[in-house]
């Protein structure tokens, strides 16, 4: 079992890349490595690496690599984002493809083209370094997709595949490592997100989530409910659904705990009882925590939840998170794989609005979370999806029994 | 007469801020100094300096500050832009006034007070060089604020005149130097345009105007035609117009050979003619070309007519246009003022839609060209506003006779 974090760079957040500091990045890492984790995800900032499409700076390719260098000395693997694009409420587009160069980043050829060969520069920086973990093609890029958005760059399922695919072959053109793409979870609990939870499972090398409690999952029930402490381990059974392979694993590449929902006192437990309950899931890969280090108050304007989600606070002193969490690592980490329960959930995927359904406080999710209280420690359903119901093969790969399938009936889902 | 040029560093454009590179610099302002001119404007990247609203980098200050000790070392002095803001097509927006983030840059307290800090900062960093020849508040900070703007900061002119003020005042708390501001030309041609002429008249030091025939003029009637090589004059006249005090100098500070409408073979002598006319100017301060170096062709997706604007091509040699600049240079840099043409045309600046009568086209426009194509040398009429005719003082001090003025009647602008 890989367990990691995502690495907050205490001094300057990620604006530090504009003042690449090698000792402050080794401090940091260095602190990381004494939570007890084997792995980091790194976020170089797209506008800053490439800030004209044909200018790809190699002093920042040189930074990135750096940061590998600098994680291999504490035992450390790495990860590396690409279109880093959004993080923590900042959006980050480089002026080629805003304002007056503004072209959709999905499906304008120059966007694309340009995309890929920033990918491609990028794997290249890091392809020969041992600890290269793998590349995810960037953070949360469906953002930009959704109709949240501000100002969307819309798209259709159709587009949202072939640039997956775009981007994910050039990534191969450059490396055999672990190739992944991050999405957030509109891609499973809303209709109108281009990004679809088959594209997780369709592309990469192993489907990714990002488990975020204030999405409406705490405030159903509470911090220590089932929605909350359970949302990560739905969100990798949803997941799992999708795989069309039944060895594909599955990785938790992202999960917090946000203190607008989750009160400061109950965090240790939070995170406890998550990591516990994710670990339930088969295939489970890793689990990547967001995040290392809290952001400096120095900063204005996030989002007030994001500036403590740090396991170590921006002084570098272990929080009790951090402490919680070095725990569970210790406990957990040498654990065997989770057996596969032969109960399953069927969700409805053929219905309009199946993915509202999904969403916390939708049918689905309702009865999922239901069924996985109602059931033994690490029996909680798997999930099934209609559409794929009749293949008897991929069941039985799964270790799902055919008796032991219920279906979950459509209704209105009250957080549609 | 003070002679300068606008600074495009040969590499890697403004987007070298990320990789400071004193020996670079040191080059172009050498190269820079011999042409002749006693002064350049430089451009930060108001996104790179402040990336979030409370984080200034003192890094990217010391490189600003670097500059100007750069320049001194070569006898230049330096006038330095704050708010890029918008430059040759591209928009540099920091990411705490967009998407999630966006807040009206002009009227929201946050945006304001941090473009307050932002140049404060700015300032003080270069207040004690003896080499700082002014601030300007930001490079055609009016382009965000207009209706053809892809996404605008829509405002009324009262509250581009609150902006405006705040900024200057905050500049003022740090030094004692020249204090400007510079809209592009929409402010005197376009009527749906919040920032108005009596702006660049009413705030600042000295009245500023660029000078741009890719505007219409040129496409009017040539590029050596009095509508293309008179513009600066003429827009210089329009400055001059809203000044409240005859004294306050007037500043050409861009102004540019663009060759999608004047081709190569022309540029030299739109050069002289252009900056020959504009110094039959009364109160001209001086004239700062647009630009230094050419873009080079590595990086991507410019407009066409961007990449050939140099004066000194992307590899440091001068080109023919550098070379007249040079020569005119050397041949005007000891002329007396322009003396004050007691002619003068009225503009009548009460009806609605006077700005696109002044447009190239309009009919105040082409008046205005027509007089000075049929007045000896230096004698192109000035242009008093109808809102001021009975300001007798200041048409005295102005040198203007009231048995000269011309009225232009309005009629339908060809080019509105």
Redesign the interface.
Known sequence: MRFGVNYTPSQ??F?SW??FDVAAVARDLDAIAGLGVDHIRIFPLWH?VQ?????I?P??LDDVACVLDLAAEVGLEVNVDGLQGHLS?????P??L?????KNMFTHP?AVS?EVEYLRALTRAVADRPNLLGITLGNEVNQFAGGV???PHTITPEEAGSWLGTLDAAVRTETNTLVTHAMYDASWYRDDQPFLPEHAADYGDSTVVHSWVFNGSAQLDGPLAPASVRHAQYLLALAAAWNRDAERPVWLQEVGAPINVVPVADVPEFISRTVRHAMESPKLWGITWWCSHDVSR????FPPLEYDLGLIDSDGNVKPSGRAFAELIKELRDAGPAPAPEAALELDDSVDGYRAQCAPGGAFHRAWMAAAEHTAPGQAPQIVLRSRRGDQELLAARGISDNKITQVLSEEAPYA
Do not use: V
């Not at 800030?51 to 200018?55: D, G, H, I």
């Not at 409420?89 to 587009?93: A, K, L």
């Open positions: 300057g957040w604006h504009l003042d800053l800030p004209n499409r044909t200018l700076r002093s920042a409420s900042y959006d980050f587009m002026s080629w805003e304002s007056w160069h503004r120059l340009g958005h501000p100002t120095s900063l204005a304007d």
